[in-house]
Antibody, heavy 121, light 106 residues
Framework: EVQLVESGGGLVQPGGSLRLSCAASGFTFSDHYMDWVRQAPGKGPEWVGRIRNKAKSYTTEYAASVKGRFTISRDDSKNSLYLQMNSLKTEDTAVYYC????????????WGQGTPVTVSS | DIQLTQSPSFLSASVGDRVTIICRASQGISNYLAWYQQKPGRAPKLLIHSASALQSGVPSRFSGSGSGTEFTLTISSLQPEDFATYYC?????????FGQGTRLEI
């Protein structure tokens, strides 16, 4: 059974940093591209960014709203995905989801339960 | 960026009804469109990918169609568990974008 479990969310002040983790199991993690998607309270989902697999040199893509502040990384030996968030703003307040990319089918087929991040003074 | 506009934003229906949700893209995206269902406090769940392909385990009352800039999600006979919010997502190009959602209520 595919499982994605996020952790690391919490309350942080504007300008602060936070590192989210996602533990993956039930599939060959190293084969898949992985995405982070967030959802602000009462809003629709917003794609945050992607990290590709080793075959694609672990290249990354980011939404314009987080580029230069957020960094996605992965450790295939630990089946883990990370999101390092720096210079946090109040508008980054959201539930952050770790998702698995479907590959050629172009979708996100598995999602974690999400971890909430609140940026407030 | 590719904008996705869903209509309606809110839909009131009854058990047994047939409903259709529309998603329009600001430019052509071939068939690179997915549909998700989200219930309160839960993560989105994939229903359909590639505009019309039903994800494994999703009931056959859900169907999708379209190509280019206009897409539809149809639920043929609403069941109580279908009352939720539905989002479309384009996977044609980065950044990946979502529609604003359609809230389906009894």
């Amino acid at each position: 059974e595919v499982q994605l479990v996020e952790s690391g969310g919490g309350l942080v002040q504007p300008g602060g940093s936070l590192r989210l983790s996602c533990a993956a199991s039930g599939f060959t993690f190293s084969d898949h591209y992985m995405d982070w998607v967030r959802q602000a309270p009462g809003k629709g989902p917003e794609w945050v960014g992607r990290i590709r697999n080793k075959a694609k040199s672990y290249t990354t893509e980011y939404a314009a709203s987080v580029k230069g502040r957020f960094t996605i990384s992965r450790d295939d030996s630990k089946n883990s995905l990370y999101l390092q968030m720096n210079s946090l703003k109040t508008e980054d307040t959201a539930v952050y989801y770790c998702t698995r990319d479907c590959g050629a089918l172009r979708c996100n087929d598995y999602w974690g339960q999400g971890t909430p991040v609140t940026v407030s003074s | 960026d590719i904008q996705l506009t869903q209509s309606p934003s809110f839909l009131s229906a009854s058990v047994g009804d047939r409903v259709t949700i529309i998603c329009r893209a600001s430019q052509g995206i071939s068939n690179y469109l997915a549909w998700y269902q989200q219930k309160p406090g839960r993560a989105p769940k994939l229903l359909i990918h590639s505009a019309s392909a039903l994800q494994s385990g999703v009931p056959s009352r859900f169907s999708g169609s379209g190509s280019g800039t206009e897409f539809t999600l149809t639920i043929s006979s609403l069941q109580p568990e279908d009352f939720a919010t539905y989002y479309c997502q384009q996977r044609d190009s980065h950044p990946i974008t979502f529609g604003q959602g359609t809230r389906l209520e009894i």
